[in-house]
C-alpha cells in the first residue's frame, strides 16, 4: 500500500518541492537587492520536473556518502537559471526588485494552487477509504 500511495503522490510531491525551492531562490534575490555583484537566480519548474521523474526510476541514495549519491541539492542544479535584467546596474547586480516581487507573488499562489491539488487528492482517497 507504501509504495502505491508514495506513486499516487509523487508528481504532487516533486511539483511542491520545485515551487519551494523557487520561493526560495527568488526571497533570496529580493534579500540581496543591494549586494554588488549578486546574480538573481530562479528555477525552471519544466526542466527540474523533467530531470526529478527521470529520477524516480533510478534508485535513490539515503546518505551523500553512499556510491553515486549526488545529495539532494543537486536535484537543482540543472534547473537553476540566471536572470537577465533588463536595465543593469553599475555594480553588476542582475536584481530588479519590481521583476522579483512580482515573481514571487506569482509563485506563491503557485505554490497554494499545488496545495490545493494535494488537498483533492487527498480528500478523494478519503472519500474512498470511507465509501461515499
Do not use: C, W
Not at 526529478?52 to 534547473?79: L, Q
Amino acid at each position: 500500500m507504501k509504495s502505491t500511495l508514495d506513486s499516487y503522490f509523487a508528481i504532487n510531491a516533486m511539483a511542491l518541492q520545485a515551487k519551494n525551492k523557487r520561493l526560495e531562490l527568488i526571497s533570496e534575490n529580493i534579500a540581496n537587492v543591494s549586494t554588488p555583484g549578486y546574480k538573481a537566480r530562479d528555477l525552471d519548474f519544466n526542466a527540474f520536473m523533467k530531470e526529478a521523474v527521470g529520477r524516480t526510476s533510478a534508485p535513490e541514495a539515503t546518505n551523500v556518502k553512499h556510491i553515486g549519491a549526488s545529495g539532494t541539492s543537486a536535484r537543482f542544479d540543472n534547473a537553476i537559471t540566471y536572470h537577465v535584467p533588463l536595465s543593469p546596474s553599475l555594480d553588476n547586480n542582475t536584481v530588479e526588485i519590481g521583476v522579483e516581487q512580482a515573481k514571487f507573488g506569482k509563485a506563491a499562489a503557485d505554490y497554494q494552487a499545488a496545495m490545493g491539488f494535494l488537498e483533492n487528492r487527498i480528500s478523494g482517497i478519503r472519500k474512498a477509504l470511507r465509501g461515499e
